[in-house]
Every structure is written in C-alpha cells, then in structure tokens.
Nanobody
C-alpha cells in the first residue's frame, strides 16, 4: 500500500513561486507513474503534470506548461512540482497520485493512490 503525503502549499502573491512535495512510502516513486492534479472550488479535478515510470518523460497540461516543472528525488522517494509565475487561477487543492498501470497520464483513471491534497492560494 503506497501512501502519499503532499506538502508545500500556501498563500503566495501572483507572480510568485511554490514547490510542492509528495513524499511516498510503501513504494518507490521511480516505479510508478506519478501525477499532480488540482481541484478548484466548484470545478472538476484537472491534470497538471505527470511523470511516467517507464520513460521518465514529463507531461504537462496547458494550464502549467512553461511555468511548472515536475521532478523526483529517488533518494527522498519524493516527487516535486515546482511552480513559477503563479496566477490567481492556479488557486486550488493540489493532489499527488501514483499508479503502476496508468495508460493515459493526464487521466485520473488508473492512478491507484492519492494523497490528501495541499492548498495553494494565489492572491492578485
């Protein structure tokens, strides 16, 4: 059973930066497809970024492309999401997810494990 714990969220002004962390236990992140999703109030959960275990190739949704970077630390067994140039529309709860049989990285289907989420609030 993989457990994921996110941290690093908070309140930041527009244009600022945050780095979210997702610490995994019970499994090795390099053997899973790891994804970051977010959900704003009143909106559906949406894909932000992902990293496949097979190729290590990163995926980015248009909502963060060019501003967000996903990377892992094998030593820390942690996946990170570095977010720069934050905008008020980035305000959401950010969730980390992991799966061994994820066929479509941007789809939440296939991710077996989810963290509890961390709140990111960007003020204008």
């Amino acid at each position: 059973q993989v457990q994921l714990v996110e941290s690093g969220g908070g309140l930041v002004q527009a244009g600022g930066a945050l780095t979210l962390s997702c610490a995994a236990s019970g499994g090795t992140v390099s053997l899973y497809t790891m994804g970051w999703f977010r959900q704003a109030p009143g909106k559906e959960r949406e894909f932000v970024s992902g990293l496949t275990w097979s190729s290590g190739s990163p995926y980015y949704a248009d909502n963060g492309k060019g501003r967000f970077t996903i990377f892992t630390s094998v030593a820390q067994n942690t996946v990170y999401l570095q977010m720069n140039s934050l905008k008020p529309e980035d305000t959401a709860v950010y969730f980390c997810a992991a799966g061994r049989n994820v066929r479509i990285v941007p789809s939440s289907v296939g991710y077996e494990y989810w963290g509890q989420g961390t709140q990111v609030t960007v003020s204008s």
